[in-house]
Nanobody, 124 residues
Framework: QVQLVESGGGSGQAAGSLRLSCVAS????????MGWFRQAPGKQRECVAA????????AYGESVRGRFTISRDNAKNILNLQINSLKPEDTAVYYC?????????????????WGQGTQVTVSS
């Protein structure tokens, strides 16, 4: 059974930085692509970043491109999301997710495995 546990959320100020991590267990980590999603109050969940199995391919949502960086450490089974230049509109619950392919998908429907989420709150 795939388990994903996010950490690193919390409160930050605009222009600051946060780093989210996701530890995966229950199956081999490296052969699968992964993604970070977020859901703000009253909004649909959106993909902010995705990465393929090796880390050689990454994709970002338009609203976060240039500020967010997704990375993975296959030796430690950890997925990271570095968030820089925080904005109040980054306030959301952030989810780590994975699927059954090598690729870095940004389509939510392709992800069957999800973590519980971690709250990020940004004040102006």
């Amino acid at each position: 059974q795939v388990q994903l546990v996010e950490s690193g959320g919390g409160s930050g100020q605009a222009a600051g930085s946060l780093r989210l991590s996701c530890v995966a267990s229950g199956r081999s980590f490296s052969p699968y692509g992964m993604g970070w999603f977020r859901q703000a109050p009253g909004k649909q969940r959106e993909c902010v970043a995705a990465i393929n199995w090796s880390g050689s391919f990454t994709a970002y949502g338009e609203s976060v491109r240039g500020r967010f960086t997704i990375s993975r450490d296959n030796a430690k089974n950890i997925l990271n999301l570095q968030i820089n230049s925080l904005k109040p509109e980054d306030t959301a619950v952030y989810y780590c997710a994975t699927h059954e392919s090598l690729m870095g998908f940004t389509t939510e429907a392709l992800y069957p495995y999800w973590g519980q989420g971690t709250q990020v709150t940004v004040s102006s």
